[in-house]
């Protein structure tokens, strides 16, 4: 049975009027919660930001390929290692597939991160003189870089919102959300995009992984301490 919400913690006036359906069925009941979730979680995490160490392109282009299935936590581990020995792509290209591996082995895959590193480096500097190009169609012909990768560097390093970063974190929210009901990022980040201004896509991405990594566990969420638990259909302590 749907039920309409009208609490009104983190809304502006203007958007009290409207209540909002915790049973999302329509485009509108979807905008309505995703109105509601990106304001409150705005407040909620105002200091939300990629939590990959990084001073330019390269070094964020590098970390996110070290990224994949790795927490961002070993991963910063890992790079200023990494990027003192290889400060630039010039430099990345001409390292041995062994030392490239003996430093990024803990972060897993490392044999395949390795190899995609110094593969990223030659390409870099044979078709964009060692600079990190700025389209999802250069990013992702790079090696190891697939289209979440391509948006990480795109939202974050250039401040370019040309898609939604789509991770373990936003695929579990929006579902839970009742936002969407696709399964594979692309179907997601597809379904997201015309709910959210663009301007917000970057920080969107970092506000859900940011509510997945502190209340929104995989297994037991933490819904009673929830911000968004009046519009969440899958909330766990609601009537
Ligand atoms: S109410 Fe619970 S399931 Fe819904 S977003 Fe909040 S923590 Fe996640």
Redesign the pocket.
């Known amino acids: 049975m749907a039920r309409n919400m009208t609490k009104t913690h983190g809304q502006k006036p203007s958007q009290r009027a409207a209540p909002v359906s915790r049973s999302p069925k329509t485009k509108a009941d979807k905008l309505a919660i995703a109105n509601v979730v990106l304001e409150r979680l705005k407040a909620e995490y105002p200091d939300a930001h990629c939590e990959l160490d990084y001073r330019n392109p390269f070094e964020l282009l590098c970390a996110t390929i070290l990224s994949a299935q790795c927490t961002d936590v070993r991963v910063n581990m890992v790079t200023p290692a990494l990027f003192a020995r290889y400060p630039t792509a010039d430099a990345l290209r001409l390292a041995t597939q062994e030392d490239v591996e003996e430093i990024v082995r803990s972060t897993g895959f490392y044999r395949a991160k390795a190899k995609s590193l110094i593969g990223m480096g030659n390409m870099l500097v044979d078709r964009y003189g060692g600079d990190v190009p700025r389209t999802i169609a250069e990013l992702i012909a790079l090696p190891g870089v697939g289209r979440k990768t391509a948006n990480v560097i795109l939202g974050n390093a250039f401040d370019i919102n040309e898609g939604i970063v789509v991770d373990t974190h936003v695929q579990r ?1 929006v579902r ?2 009742g936002l969407t009901r696709e399964a594979d990022p692309i179907g997601i980040e597809q379904a997201l995009m015309p709910l959210f201004p663009r301007a917000d896509w970057a920080l969107l991405s970092h506000l859900l992984i940011w509510h997945g990594r502190r ?2 566990f995989a297994r037991k ?3 009673a301490g ?1 911000v ?2 009046s519009v ?1 259909p ?3 302590v609601c009537d």
């Open positions: 929210l839970r959300l209340r929104c969420p933490d819904c929830c968004v638990k969440c899958a909330c766990e």
